[in-house]
């Protein structure tokens, strides 16, 4: 059968196997047909520039991107150490967003290149059909510059119904009043705002149609500005908040028609029976409610007589009968820790900590099966047990991402996590140093279980043994290696490029001690994309990093990209291939 002949349900099947480079490289303009179809695939797929290499970006963006740009509907672009500069190159090859005149959702993954954000926010406006816009930021430190600028953008951005960004508000420096007029906005997530209550109710009393909210709260002592508002069109709220029960208390009234409710607060409790006076008078429209909290108890009362009481306060008919939400107690059983963590139940958040020696008490009957199972989890950080002879968690842990684990670790870990199949990056921190033959015991065993690890973060001591060049995973392709005290001097560089996990790593960040060493592993990394480095020996050069990126320049291939990421961190990136 000749291939131009299959019809054109299987050839955009099969198109599905091919990256968008080598799709361009193949079949576009080859004839009409194909043209054609490619103009369709480009409208059903997102063109994602996240994770790509620089060879495939600037082969897609000096020559194909603005012929395809009026069929593009999706867009997603990358700052992050895998891609750093992105947005600048994505600029400096004559590009421009305003061109793709049909794009529908817009996507900046740890956006990081400050000096092209007046042209980004000029450029969203020209956007026309633009509905969707996120934005995540690389550096979280508080940039008036950034964050006030964006958040009046979208004010102008007349067809946007959802909303990302990674904003911040800075309470006790910023002056401006955090405001946006949108008639279109259903959508919005703030998750590191971190404004207070009051701001908040001035925020969104101009989106008449905002539907879901994610925000964090960082709440201030004074009295709240909300009298008589509703905001009738608000259905899922999705807060972290950090303050003061009484303000919560009496904000959440304002939203009648409310059916979704999730809630990380601290450090105060809420028990049962003011969350069931408050659902059952002022949110009957509720109908899924999940929380955390964690809270310290007093020295002077008794942690299980506390715990009980806690407990005992979400055991009324309206929790067991009514709704089944049931909630859990999380505690460490020593006189040191008087800290409590209470949640609903099963668990609905992404990240948990897990320290070995905890207890868990339940309002939930023995049959009910979510509180040994956390699937919502992705993010654990299991850290040292100061004990052994613990009784073993009775819990499951089966959709681990990514790991923060001390080691050696106890035999509660395996218990505890009865899967690292989906387990995609890993950050070790030893904590017993003379005991390095189990450290690396358990490390080789954390990655014989993970078979898609793909990312290692190793902390401090690894830099003063040999233990990383001998990891065999064909997996693994990132390499942090940035801990404190780590730097690796020209022999350790040699031997970190020759070994196994060095030959196949695409993405490494680490320290060194001369900048010859960064040339080394350039050329040396035969996989290498992409370069993170921090370089101690910056005495010998005239202004030290400034200087260095043009020393750089001078000994690395002009197809490098090379360019510090802040004037904080003033860590030297390089985009290579």
Same mark, same amino acid.
């Given at each position: 059968m000749?291939f131009?002949?299959?019809?054109?349900?299987l050839?955009?099947?099969f198109?599905?196997?091919?990256?968008?480079?080598?799709?361009l490289?193949?079949?576009?303009?080859l004839n009409?047909?194909?043209?054609? *179809?490619?103009h369709i695939y480009?409208?059903t797929?997102?063109i994602n520039f996240?994770?790509?290499?620089?060879s495939?970006?600037d082969?897609i963006?000096?020559r @194909?991107?603005?012929s $395809?740009a009026d069929? /593009?509907?999706?867009?997603?672009?990358?700052?992050d150490?895998?891609t750093?500069?992105?947005?600048?190159?994505?600029?400096?090859?004559?590009?421009?967003?305003?061109?793709f005149?049909y794009?529908?959702?817009?996507?900046?993954?740890?956006?990081n290149?400050?000096d092209?954000l007046?042209?980004?926010?000029?450029?969203?406006?020209?956007l026309?059909?633009?509905n969707?816009?996120k934005?995540?930021?690389?550096?979280?430190?508080y940039?008036?510059?950034y964050?006030?600028?964006m958040?009046?953008?979208?004010?102008?951005?007349?067809?946007?119904?959802? #909303?990302?960004?990674?904003?911040?508000?800075?309470?006790?420096?910023?002056y401006e009043v !955090?405001?946006? $007029?949108?008639?279109s906005l259903s959508c919005l997530?703030?998750?590191?705002?971190n404004?207070d209550?009051?701001?908040l109710?001035?925020l969104i009393?101009q989106?008449?149609n905002?539907?879901?909210?994610?925000i964090?709260?960082?709440?201030?002592?004074?009295?709240l500005?909300?009298s008589?508002?509703?905001?009738e069109s +608000?259905?899922?709220?999705?807060?972290?908040f950090y303050?003061?029960?009484d303000?919560?208390?009496?904000f959440?009234?304002?939203m009648?028609?409310?059916e979704?409710?999730?809630?990380?607060f601290h450090?105060?409790?809420?028990?049962? #029976?003011?969350?069931e006076?408050?659902?059952?008078n002022?949110?009957?429209?509720?109908?899924?409610f999940?929380?955390?909290?964690?809270f +310290?108890v007093?020295?002077?009362?008794?942690k299980?007589?506390?715990?009980?009481?806690a407990l005992?306060?979400?055991?009324?008919?309206f929790?067991?009968?009514? @709704?089944?939400w049931?909630?859990?107690?999380h505690w460490?059983?020593n006189?040191?820790?008087?800290?409590m963590l209470?949640?609903t139940?099963p668990?609905?958040?992404e990240?948990f900590?897990?320290?070995?020696?905890?207890? +868990?008490k339940?309002?939930a009957?023995?049959?009910?099966?979510?509180?040994?199972?956390?699937?919502s989890?992705?993010?654990? @950080?299991?850290?040292?047990?100061?004990?052994?002879?613990?009784p073993?968690?009775?819990?499951?842990?089966?959709n681990?991402r990514?790991l923060? %684990?001390?080691?050696?670790?106890?035999?509660?870990?395996?218990s505890?996590?009865?899967?690292?199949?989906?387990l995609d990056?890993?950050?070790v =921190?030893?904590?017993?140093c +003379?005991?390095?033959?189990? /450290?690396h015991?358990? *490390?080789?065993?954390? #990655?014989q279980?993970?078979?898609?690890?793909?990312? !290692?973060?190793?902390?401090?001591?690894?830099n003063?043994?040999?233990?990383?060049?001998?990891?065999v995973?064909p997996?693994i392709?990132?390499?942090?290696?940035?801990?404190?005290?780590?730097?690796y001097n020209? =022999?350790?560089?040699d031997?970190?490029a020759?070994s196994?996990?060095g030959?196949?790593?695409?993405?490494?960040c680490?320290?060194?001690?001369h900048?010859?060493?960064?040339v080394k592993l /350039?050329?040396n990394?035969?996989k290498?994309?992409a370069?993170v480095?921090?370089?101690? =020996?910056?005495s010998s050069?005239?202004?030290?990093d400034?200087?260095?990126v043009?020393w750089?320049r001078?000994?690395?291939?002009?197809? #490098?990209?090379i360019?510090?990421?802040s004037e904080a961190?003033?860590?030297?990136r390089?985009? %290579?291939?």
């Amino acid at each position: 059968m000749i291939f131009e002949s299959l019809p054109n349900e299987l050839l955009l099947e099969f198109v599905e196997y091919f990256s968008l480079a080598d799709l361009l490289r193949s079949f576009y303009r080859l004839n009409n047909r194909f043209t054609d *179809l490619i103009h369709i695939y480009v409208r059903t797929h997102t063109i994602n520039f996240q994770s790509i290499s620089k060879s495939d970006f600037d082969f897609i963006s000096q020559r @194909y991107l603005s012929s $395809i740009a009026d069929h /593009v509907h999706s867009l997603r672009f990358s700052d992050d150490d895998d891609t750093p500069q992105e947005v600048h190159l994505f600029f400096s090859h004559g590009l421009s967003l305003h061109q793709f005149s049909y794009l529908k959702f817009l996507s900046i993954h740890r956006f990081n290149s400050f000096d092209y954000l007046k042209t980004i926010l000029e450029q969203l406006v020209k956007l026309p059909e633009l509905n969707h816009l996120k934005i995540t930021r690389y550096d979280v430190t508080y940039n008036a510059k950034y964050d006030i600028d964006m958040i009046k953008t979208i004010e102008h951005l007349p067809k946007v119904t959802s #909303c990302y960004l990674d904003v911040f508000y800075d309470n006790e420096n910023s002056y401006e009043v !955090l405001s946006i $007029i949108s008639s279109s906005l259903s959508c919005l997530s703030f998750p590191k705002l971190n404004c207070d209550i009051n701001q908040l109710i001035h925020l969104i009393k101009q989106l008449p149609n905002l539907s879901s909210l994610t925000i964090s709260i960082v709440d201030q002592p004074t009295d709240l500005q909300i009298s008589s508002i509703e905001f009738e069109s +608000m259905r899922k709220l999705n807060l972290i908040f950090y303050g003061y029960a009484d303000n919560l208390m009496k904000f959440l009234p304002a939203m009648p028609n409310l059916e979704e409710f999730k809630v990380d607060f601290h450090p105060f409790f809420i028990d049962g #029976c003011q969350w069931e006076k408050l659902i059952e008078n002022r949110l009957k429209k509720l109908v899924r409610f999940q929380f955390k909290t964690a809270f +310290m108890v007093s020295r002077e009362k008794s942690k299980h007589e506390e715990i009980d009481r806690a407990l005992n306060s979400f055991r009324s008919e309206f929790w067991i009968d009514k @709704y089944q939400w049931f909630v859990q107690c999380h505690w460490i059983p020593n006189d040191f820790s008087r800290t409590m963590l209470i949640y609903t139940l099963p668990y609905a958040f992404e990240s948990f900590f897990f320290s070995g020696n905890v207890r +868990m008490k339940s309002t939930a009957p023995p049959e009910y099966v979510h509180h040994r199972t956390f699937h919502s989890i992705e993010n654990l @950080y299991y850290g040292r047990n100061l004990y052994e002879n613990l009784p073993l968690p009775d819990f499951r842990l089966e959709n681990i991402r990514h790991l923060d %684990i001390t080691i050696p670790y106890d035999q509660s870990f395996d218990s505890l996590v009865s899967s690292l199949d989906r387990l995609d990056s890993l950050k070790v =921190d030893p904590y017993d140093c +003379m005991n390095m033959d189990k /450290v690396h015991a358990n *490390l080789h065993i954390l #990655c014989q279980r993970s078979s898609q690890l793909r990312s !290692l973060k190793l902390s401090t001591w690894f830099n003063q043994h040999d233990f990383l060049f001998k990891i065999v995973h064909p997996k693994i392709r990132q390499l942090y290696l940035l801990g404190s005290n780590i730097v690796y001097n020209a =022999d350790k560089c040699d031997k970190l490029a020759s070994s196994s996990i060095g030959q196949q790593c695409e993405v490494l960040c680490i320290r060194v001690e001369h900048r010859t060493d960064i040339v080394k592993l /350039v050329n040396n990394m035969s996989k290498l994309r992409a370069l993170v480095v921090k370089c101690i =020996d910056t005495s010998s050069l005239e202004n030290g990093d400034g200087n260095l990126v043009e020393w750089l320049r001078e000994h690395l291939p002009d197809v #490098c990209s090379i360019s510090r990421t802040s004037e904080a961190h003033k860590d030297i990136r390089l985009w %290579i291939r």
